[in-house]
């Protein structure tokens, strides 16, 4: 079957404004798919207590082996329809780009069909919200990001729960983002950057493509630990915030690798720094923000799959096993590489408790900054 193209279109730009998070949290989309293998285990289990009462012990022993033959079924049958991969964010953005390529890999490995679905919105509530409520069928799955983690602390309010509503099925990469300016900024340092803004507060402000996006984090990060006031513009995604600052209608931007390195090498972007511990072999010259102006400055990204949480753990393993296959291959590996992102093979469990770590420790600064999204 066809998989789903790799290459991505540009979002379009959307209105800058603060104030997006008034929002309806009904969206549009198909019904619901009632899991076949919950129905049919009920079932079983009224006979089963029939069968206990006037059966003989064998007969109990084959009642019990049929229900556990039937919880492998529904892995064997599995995937029965197209699998949907939702993106919380427009086309063309960072979550996107690996969205489409976790999509692809799972698409070859299963020899199925897997559509990528675009629900952006709310700092990634729309999307996310919809796989929380989707079927734990496992054909309804969320490309997640480091905004999922901190997405508890920045809404009071939500009609799901980041943590209790999913479990991850596989880390897909990790990455340093990098910290880009227009090119016609004068200076060509982050220390550059710190004394122009320390200079003229508030006239310098950032792009984020998200409330608690990982880009929006890691300018939280760098205004605490570098002593400096900037005005956040939010976009519905991180694609349109990069348009802006090539038109140099905002100053900075924290961004992932696989958007901002291509716009660097067309002399669209200048990078000043790097927000991991270590420098990138893709783009050598470039220091971290920790050796360059911002002692203890560390931060990094990272994309996975998560499903809801009452996802059979059968139909997990089979997911876990396509992202994990996927990832580990050598074609998408170089692709990773040549767009300075890390691939990362962890599987469900592992994921599920790093998942849960970023949720506690990114939460607390955003507690601390008092970082709110309403």
């Known amino acids: 079957m066809t998989p789903v193209a790799v290459s991505p279109a540009m979002g379009s730009m959307f209105e800058e404004r603060t104030d997006q998070f008034s929002y309806p949290l009904s969206v549009d989309g198909g019904s619901s798919i009632i899991g076949l293998r919950q129905s049919h285990t009920r079932l079983n289990i009224d006979d089963l207590e029939k069968k206990m009462t006037f059966a003989p012990w064998w007969s109990i022993l084959i009642v019990l082996w049929g229900l556990l033959m039937g919880h492998g079924a529904m892995a064997q049958g599995f995937p029965n329809k197209p699998i949907r991969i939702v993106v919380p964010y427009p086309p063309g953005g960072s979550t996107d780009i690996i969205g ?74 990790t990455s340093s983002l990098y910290m880009a300016v227009n090119p016609e900024f004068p200076g060509t340092t982050v220390a ?65 690798p696989q ?43 990272w994309f996975g799959v998560l499903a809801p949480a009452k996802t059979p753990p059968d139909v997990l393993a089979v997911l876990e096993r396509a992202v994990m296959t996927g990832v580990r291959q050598a074609d998408i590996r170089d692709r990773f590489a040549g767009l300075g992102v890390e691939p990362v093979s962890s599987g469900s469990a592992e994921f599920t408790r790093f998942y849960r770590s970023e949720i506690e420790k990114w939460g607390s600064l955003a507690r601390q900054r008092n970082i709110k999204a309403e």
């Open 259 to 301: 958007t901002i390195i291509p716009l660097y090498r067309a002399g669209k972007l200048k990078v000043l720094g790097l927000s991991g511990k270590a420098r990138s072999p893709v783009l050598p010259n470039v220091p971290t923000l920790d050796e360059a102006a911002v002692p203890g400055y560390e931060l990094f990204a």
């Open 100 to 173: 489409r390529l976790t999509a692809q890999k799972m698409a070859e490995v299963l020899n199925a069909t897997v559509v990528v679905e675009n629900r952006p919105g709310a700092g990634t509530n729309i999307g996310t919200e919809h796989v929380a409520q989707s079927a734990p069928d496992g054909h309804t799955l969320l490309i997640a990001s480091f905004a999922n983690a901190v997405s508890k602390a920045l809404f009071s309010k939500l009609p799901f729960d980041p943590d209790r509503d999913f479990v991850g099925v596989a880390q897909v990469s």
């Open 192 to 256: 550059d950057f710190l004394r122009e803004a320390k200079a003229a507060p508030g006239k310098f402000n950032y792009g984020i493509g998200g409330a608690g996006s990982s880009s929006h984090i890691a300018t939280e990060l760098l205004m605490s630990l570098g002593g400096v006031n900037l005005t956040p513009v939010l976009y519905k995604g991180g694609a349109a915030a990069l348009v802006d600052l090539q038109a140099n209608r905002i100053h900075l931007i924290f961004d992932n």
